[in-house]
């Protein structure tokens, strides 16, 4: 090679490594903001001298141990679901306790201790706090209706939810560690904690076994695992029994909600009926904390492979920014994101409401400007149970078939033929 070749080779290395180098620059402008904002949302990590401080009020109160703070069955014993004993542990103004006295009178709540540690520790009216503790807005909702998903009508056989050509959902109790002020489900909360009969468990086992196009159980309520080990290994073991069902899966909010329930003989069974997938529903990076974090280790050791469906919630994650955040604290936690549902308005919840718009412009910012990983997918449920619809940023602006116009995530248009 001449050392002219080589000089033209240098200098056209250099130009390359030039473009890339502005290219960089351009994508490193693209983050900046997002760097800035995220110091201001904090995650369940970053957090922990607020949690520690709030959980040791919270034992003294109870007069209890860090042994028992870690026991499940005492944190469901001790859920507080009283204003007078909520306002010996949170300062309250009136208006405050008069207005949880009230909605409490007409929709049910109940918090466990861990939660409520948590939701204080995260400020008062804060995104946690604002989905465990109710509000007067909950009885000013004169509009929403009690089942906009019609699931009344999509039930075939007692206990399930049928939608969908090859799966569907058994429900098999109304019991949850927390009752979520979001809740889609109110209508099933009710006044007392029931499982479902065993017979009515039978009649759907009976459905699933009579209908061999289903492989895929869904197991909720609810929060299915609040169900014993002892019911959660026989409800297990009958559907590993029916040959056409492939694959088991799990509704919880219990890894959010009260990580202590996740114990080691209740890993013993999740262990022997793989494959089981476990959806839990993580809304806010506060949320994501060492407690939860032993939890998700645990259950995958135990083989549960986990996702996320997140509901988006005015004021609470209906934020580009918090989004991103939490859809980053899940993966570090192997958590995958796998729904952001759009909340519908049932009775009692028209305060979480946002326009179909926060959605989109969530998926806006997430697509190319994150990993694939953390972005999930945006789902609207059709009314009358006609099933989760995926909704999008608007990507193909013109299609011929071979010839299209799309639209990158940075909002570049660009033709593309499929002949090159
Ligand atoms: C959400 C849901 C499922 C599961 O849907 P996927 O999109 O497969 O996660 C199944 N059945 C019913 C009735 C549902 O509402």
């Known amino acids: 090679m001449s050392v ?6 240098q200098q056209l290395e250099w130009e390359k490594r030039d473009i890339a180098l502005r290219r960089a620059a351009e994508l490193k402008d693209q983050i900046t903001e997002y760097l800035e904002q995220k110091k201001s949302i904090p995650d369940g990590f970053e957090i922990q001298g607020e949690y520690t401080k709030a959980k040791s009020e919270l034992l003294e109160y109870f007069n209890a141990t860090e042994e028992q703070w870690n026991d499940w069955r005492w944190q469901m014993a001790n859920r507080i ?7 010996r542990l949170v300062r309250l103004e009136s208006d405050e306790f008069n207005d949880i006295e009230k909605v409490g009178r007409q929709f049910r709540w109940a918090v466990s201790p861990y939660y409520l540690a948590l939701a204080i520790a995260g400020g008062k009216e804060g995104p946690v706090w604002r989905q465990a503790i109710p509000s007067g807005l909950e009885i000013l909702d004169r509009y929403g209706k009690e089942d906009p998903m019609g699931e009344e009508f999509t039930s075939p056989a007692a206990g399930i939810t049928r939608r969908y050509p090859d799966r569907l959902i058994i429900n098999v109790t109304n019991q949850c560690a927390m009752y979520c002020r979001h809740c889609q489900r109110r209508r099933n909360i009710g006044d007392i904690d029931v499982h479902k009969p065993r017979q009515v468990l039978e009649a759907s086992l009976r459905y699933i076994r009579e209908n061999p196009e289903i492989r895929d ?7 299915a695992l609040l169900l014993s080990n002892k019911q959660l290994d026989w409800l297990l073991t009958e559907l590993d029994n029916i040959p056409h069902v492939e694959i088991k899966r799990i509704g919880s909010r219990i890894p959010v909600t009260m990580p202590q329930r996740v114990t080691s003989q209740l890993c013993s069974v999740l262990e022997k009926h793989p494959p089981i997938y476990m959806n839990t529903q993580f809304n806010h990076p ?7 974090k032993k939890a998700c280790d645990m259950l995958i050791k135990a083989g549960v492979v986990l996702g996320n469906q997140a509901v988006l919630l ?16 899940l993966l570090r936690i192997r958590v995958k994101p796998y729904y952001i549902f759009h909340a519908k308005a049932v009775k009692g919840t028209r305060h979480f409401i946002t326009g179909v718009q926060d959605g989109i412009n969530i998926m806006e910012q997430l697509r190319g400007f994150t990993s694939g990983l953390a972005v999930p997918t945006y789902i609207i449920n059709a009314p009358n149970g006609y099933g989760k619809t995926p909704i999008l940023p608007q990507y193909i602006l013109e299609n011929k078939n071979d010839h299209v116009t799309i639209r990158t995530w940075e909002k570049r248009v660009i033709p593309y033929s499929v002949s090159g």
């Open 217 to 223: 159980v869904l197991i909720t309520g609810g929060d």
């Open 286 to 292: 506060l949320e994501v904390t060492p407690e939860a």
């Open 314 to 329: 005015k004021d609470i994650n209906n934020d580009p920014h918090v989004m991103k955040r939490l859809n980053h604290s």
């Open 81 to 87: 679901r009283d204003v007078r004993i909520l306002s």
């Open 4 to 9: 002219k070749m080589w000089q033209d080779e």
